[in-house]
């Protein structure tokens, strides 16, 4: 199973500062079509997560264009460039590249 | 809109099964493969398995194997999830998740849509 690493495990940020995620695979998530299998995922308190960021670097709709992502290979990143209160909530990464899809370990963000 | 709405919470004792039920709205269900993923209490995020679009293969997790079943019915856009020899620990929130769409031919593997979440509590 591929296994997803993330940091840091626990994020307080100021609002209106920018705040960055990691997250790591045990291999690359890169297909042969040139894409990475790489998703973003945020669980809002008492809420279902909700997708972010799919295929390393796409919003998915809906989403403000405050978070980005980046990253190829084994190594990815999401960007909020200002955050905000309602941004509070655990960050999931989780790849797709092969079955179990794996998750990891989530990254609480917290407002200061 | 997309809608994945799921059946109510479960009291199940350790040994028993559980079926859950996930009712699909506002897309093309025969298009879309659909996933369950489970959360235990204040832990991360197990993704279980997916179900092809009509319904006619289906891949679990290893972890799963043996004790789960998943289903679908096209007619009324329902998907089920059902978990054997329910233990302890199979205490949690599961949910039903719809695919983005298709992807090098097959599941993008990813969850696009989610359903409000079904608590299933294993209790003596």
């Known amino acids: 199973d591929i296994v997803m690493t993330q940091s840091p495990l626990s994020l307080p940020v100021t609002p209106g500062e920018p705040a960055s995620i990691s997250c790591r695979s045990s291999q690359s998530l890169l297909h042969s079509n040139g894409y990475n299998f790489f998703d973003w995922y945020v669980q809002k308190p008492g809420q279902p997560p909700q997708l972010l960021i799919y295929?390393?670097?796409y919003r998915a709709s809906g989403v403000p264009d405050r978070f980005s992502g980046s990253g190829s290979g084994t190594t990815f990143t999401l960007t909020i460039s200002r955050v905000e209160t309602e941004d509070v909530g655990v960050y999931y990464c989780?790849?797709?590249?092969?079955?179990?899809?794996?998750f990891g370990q989530g990254t609480r963000l917290e407002i200061k | 809109q997309v809608q994945l709405v799921q059946s109510g919470a479960e009291v199940k004792k350790p040994g028993a099964s559980v079926k859950i039920s996930c009712k699909a709205s506002g897309f093309t269900f025969i298009n879309f493969y659909m996933h369950w993923v489970r959360q235990a209490p204040g832990q991360g995020l197990e993704w279980m398995g997916l179900i092809e679009p009509r319904g006619d293969s289906t891949t679990y997790a290893q972890k799963f194997q043996g004790r789960v079943t998943m289903t679908r019915d096209t007619s009324t856009s329902t998907v089920w999830l059902e978990l054997s020899s329910l233990r302890f620990e199979d205490t949690a929130v599961y949910y039903c998740?719809?695919?983005?769409?298709?992807?090098?031919?097959?599941?993008?593997?990813?969850?696009?849509?989610w359903g409000q979440g079904t608590q299933v509590t294993v209790s003596s």
């Open positions: 295929l390393s670097s």
């Open positions: 989780t790849q797709g590249l092969q079955t179990p899809i794996t």
């Open positions: 998740a719809r695919d983005r769409g298709y992807c090098r031919g097959s599941s993008c593997n990813d969850f696009e849509f």
